[in-house]
């Protein structure tokens, strides 16, 4: 998928008036998997990650919280992942 067809595509939903965010989750997902073949991308974290406790905390959301607000780097996505 080109940025053109993707620009297009979420236009398109866009102006069809019936679209909300979780519309264009697949369009990027397709997008970002044709520019970077090599990185999977994922609509939603696993919830088995996501809810997966160590001491009474979910170390996930944690991880994330403590980084709320700041533009995460290539190395915060590696460390995450």
Same mark, same amino acid.
């Given at each position: 998928? $080109?940025?053109?067809?993707? !620009?297009? =595509? ?8 019936? %679209? $909300? +965010?979780?519309?264009?989750?697949? #369009?990027?997902?397709?997008l970002l998997e044709s520019l970077v073949p090599d990185v999977m !991308? %994922?609509? +939603?974290? %696993?919830?088995? $990650?996501? #809810? ?9 959301? =944690?991880?994330? =919280?403590?980084? =709320?607000?700041? !533009?995460?780097?290539?190395? #915060? !996505?590696?460390?995450?992942?």
């Amino acid at each position: 998928m $080109t940025i053109q067809e993707y !620009v297009s =595509k979420i236009n398109s939903r866009y102006i069809s008036g019936i %679209s $909300t +965010e979780h519309s264009y989750r697949g #369009d990027l997902q397709n997008l970002l998997e044709s520019l970077v073949p090599d990185v999977m !991308v %994922s609509k +939603e974290p %696993s919830r088995m $990650t996501w #809810d997966f406790y160590i001491g009474g905390y979910q170390p996930a959301q =944690k991880w994330l =919280k403590e980084r =709320k607000g700041r !533009v995460l780097n290539f190395e #915060d !996505v590696l460390h995450y992942q």
